[in-house]
Nanobody, 120 residues
Framework: VQLQASGGGLVPPGDSLRLSCALSGVNLDYYAIAWFRQAPGKERDWVSCINSADSTHYSDSVKGRFTISRDNTKSTMYLQLTDLKPEDTAVYYC???????????????WGKGTQVTVSS
């Protein structure tokens, strides 16, 4: 199982980004997959997840601003980030437990992260 996150960058406050997470080695259709992030000097936090039934969940800090989605035909998950704030600055990671319903707080499979920096 391999996950590869991409799409990060340096943007000003209020701007948008779309992160992608490509999953290989297994069929994305069957599993829940999640985004986490780790800001400098802080612990890694759960951000959002989507399960095999396309049920989505968000942390309170991003609800209404971030949107998670998946394209099973491309085996890729996305996180649309809008109205970005400096406190969204972090390395963003995608992860899965290969479970159809949920992703734990300590998933078994992680991708390398992608850096998102929000600064004017």
């Amino acid at each position: 199982v391999q996950l590869q996150a991409s799409g990060g960058g340096l943007v000003p406050p209020g701007d948008s980004l779309r992160l992608s997470c490509a999953l290989s080695g297994v069929n994305l259709d069957y599993y829940a997959i999640a985004w986490f992030r780790q800001a400098p000097g802080k612990e890694r936090d759960w951000v959002s997840c989507i399960n095999s039934a396309d049920s989505t969940h968000y942390s309170d800090s991003v609800k209404g601003r971030f949107t998670i989605s998946r394209d099973n035909t491309k085996s890729t998950m996305y996180l649309q980030l809008t109205d970005l704030k400096p406190e969204d600055t972090a390395v963003y990671y995608c992860a899965t437990d290969l479970n159809p319903i949920l992703v734990s707080t300590t998933p078994n499979y992680w991708g390398k992260g992608t850096q998102v920096t929000v600064s004017s």
